[in-house]
């Protein structure tokens, strides 16, 4: 059984009973935006919600960000790129699943470059 908790334009937060365990938990779909003057914004509202959930939360979903180096093949990314997520990261006292199969979950020809991005991920906290 799931119920929707919020919707908003680019999230949707659901409270689900899972039978077995009898426990409830929440999992919120993210789409999050690519443009740099909307991801503050973004993950402002995250950070709020982080903070008033207090049951088991998993993210799961396309975050349009990079965790470390290693998300990325391609031409260099400025350390710049690499800090909203791993802040939320240690805010939330989270992790990122570990990832099954391909290593990238997005791919583009930039400049003659094939660049390689892993920006979809399930986000779990250590609750």
């Known amino acids: 059984m799931a119920n929707v908790l919020l919707k908003k334009d680019r999230t949707i937060h ?31 509202h995250l950070s709020n919600l982080n903070s008033v959930t207090n049951k088991p939360w998993c993210l799961i979903g396309d975050f349009n960000e990079l965790e470390c180096l290693f998300d990325k093949k391609g031409p260099m990314t400025t350390p710049s790129r690499l800090s909203q997520l791993p802040h939320f990261l240690s805010f939330s006292r989270a992790i990122s699943m570990l990832l099954l199969g ?22 779990g906290r250590d609750d």
Not at 17 to 42: C, V
Not at 103 to 123: E, G
């Open 102 to 123: 391909r290593p990238f979950t997005w791919k583009k020809s930039i400049h003659q470059y094939l660049v390689y991005k892993k920006l979809d991920r399930a986000i």
């Open 14 to 44: 659901m409270l689900v009973f899972e039978n077995l365990t009898q426990n409830f938990s929440i999992i919120s779909n993210i789409y999050a935006p690519t443009q740099p003057h909307e991801k503050d914004t973004f993950c402002a």
